[in-house]
């Protein structure tokens, strides 16, 4: 086995089922959905699963007669519906300004917060190094997500009060990845995952034929490199990979 192979053998997940506590770190209600839908259906099945949602959703429409405050209202519900279609129980809302100036160090300080209170061993979030993302509630969210989970288990890390942190997470998975590296077998959950992007009726005007098009086609060619129909897609690293570790991008 080569140098390569090695790593990418000690840096193997366990298996889904395995975690049994799984923190979600999205910037916007629906993006879990849309790209992992049908793994958080899957997941909800034998581990508690925790949404946190960064922003508040209200920059989401392009309806000028409605307010932030009416449309922060409106997501809110619509998540909470798809969240419950998904077997999601337990919801946490930031409150950031969506598309808004505030800074990522607040979003972080949140984050190590909760991930020392309810210590997920897995925490899933979206890729803030896709090279074309540009929404910056993404790239914010991605980072501050990737370095609470490098930093919570320090106990002069934000809080001087607090020295018996528990060790929990154990990995960190990104959606909307360009460098997947973990494929999973949505075959039994998908019906559930559109029904709840669809309850995000906010966010599904003309654009929705096309994305449930493209969401089709690229879960099946996803699925055909793991012998499913359907499957999405995870970039998953071991947390001793988020630093100072140069084989990190080829695991
Ligand atoms: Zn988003």
Known sequence: ???????????????????????????????TEIAIGGTI????????????TVTDGSLGSRD?????????????????????ILGVKRLFWLG????????????????????REYKPQLVLTVDPTLRYEFHPDHIKTG??????????????????????IERSVLDIGYFFTSKPNQFVCIDDYRKRKISAIKEHKSQMGEGLDLL???????????????????????????TFALHAFVEGEFI
């Open 1 to 31: 086995m080569g140098f390569l192979e090695s790593i990418t053998e000690k840096a193997r997940p366990p298996e889904l089922e395995e975690f049994e506590r799984v923190m979600v770190i999205q910037p916007h209600p629906d993006d």
């Open 41 to 52: 259906a899957r997941l909800s099945e034998n581990s508690e699963v925790i949404y946190v």
């Open 64 to 84: 000028p007669s409605i307010t932030r405050e009416e449309l922060t209202i409106i997501r809110r519900k619509e998540q909470e519906s798809a969240a419950r």
């Open 96 to 115: 950031f300004e969506d598309g808004g100036n505030y800074d990522y160090i607040d979003v972080r300080r949140r984050l190590v917060q909760l991930i």
């Open 143 to 164: 980072r501050a997500a990737s370095e609470a989970v490098l930093f919570y288990q320090f106990p002069r890390f934000e809080n001087q009060e607090i020295f018996d």
């Open 212 to 238: 449930l098009w493209y969401l089709e086609e690229k879960e099946r060619e996803q699925g055909k490199r793991i012998g499913c129909e359907y499957a999405e897609s995870l970039r998953i690293m071991p």
